[in-house]
């Protein structure tokens, strides 16, 4: 069986919290259009964080300047 990505990290009775923690992190600085990078705390496991990092580079369909 395949293991989901949180119950690698977390037990299964922390499965809730975590979930909970993620959108709190996406919600204050993994904003879709324009992610915090600079300030996160999970940029070193961020396949695109990392990829970008210090090029000022929003992601994709962002349609602010």
């Known amino acids: 069986a395949t293991l989901s990505p ?7 009775k922390d ?15 993994c904003y879709a259009r324009n992610p915090a990078c600079e300030r996160c705390p999970l940029l070193d496991g961020c396949p695109w ?3 970008n990092r210090g090029t000022g580079k929003r992601a994709k369909n962002s349609t602010k300047g």
Do not use: E, K, N, Y
Request: glycine fraction near 12%.
């Open 49 to 51: 964080g990392l990829a």
């Open 6 to 12: 949180q119950s690698r990290v977390t037990t299964p």
């Open 15 to 29: 499965h809730f919290g975590f979930h909970i923690l993620l959108i709190r992190h996406g919600r204050h600085t």
